[in-house]
């Protein structure tokens, strides 16, 4: 079993920034990919960014190139999701998510565990 708990999500004005940590516990957290989802009220939970599980590889949404990074601390059983230059239509619950290979792009059925979200709100 793998649990995650995410963290750092809140309210920021267009423009802003926030990084997202998702904690983990449990057994081999280095041999997972991760990946972080987001779901806005009455939309479907959709993919934002991916990393392999040594963090030599990872894949983005098209919507977050170039503003949104994802990293990985194997040493802290932690990743990351640092978010700059956010704008409203990121608002959405941000979701954590293990998935034992990594693919581009990982698919909601490729994810073993999720964390419980956590929310980010981004004021026009």
């Known amino acids: 079993q793998v649990q995650l708990v995410e963290s750092g999500g809140g309210l920021v004005q267009t423009g802003g920034s926030l990084r997202l940590s998702c904690a983990t516990s449990?057994?081999?957290?280095?041999?997972?990919?991760m990946a972080w989802f987001r779901q806005a009220p009455g939309k479907e939970r959709e993919f934002v960014a991916a990393?392999?599980?040594?963090?030599?590889?990872?894949h983005y949404a098209d919507s977050v190139k170039g503003r949104f990074t994802i990293s990985r601390d194997n040493a802290k059983n932690t990743v990351y999701l640092q978010m700059i230059s956010l704008k409203p239509e990121d608002t959405a619950v941000y979701y954590c998510?293990?998935?034992?290979?990594?693919?581009?792009?990982?698919?909601?059925?490729?994810?073993?565990?999720w964390g419980q979200g956590t929310q980010v709100t981004v004021s026009a």
């Open positions: 449990g057994r081999r957290f280095n041999t997972y990919a």
């Open positions: 998510a293990a998935a034992a290979r990594f693919a581009t792009p990982i698919s909601l059925t490729d994810c073993e565990y």
């Open positions: 990393i392999g599980w040594l963090g030599h590889y990872t």
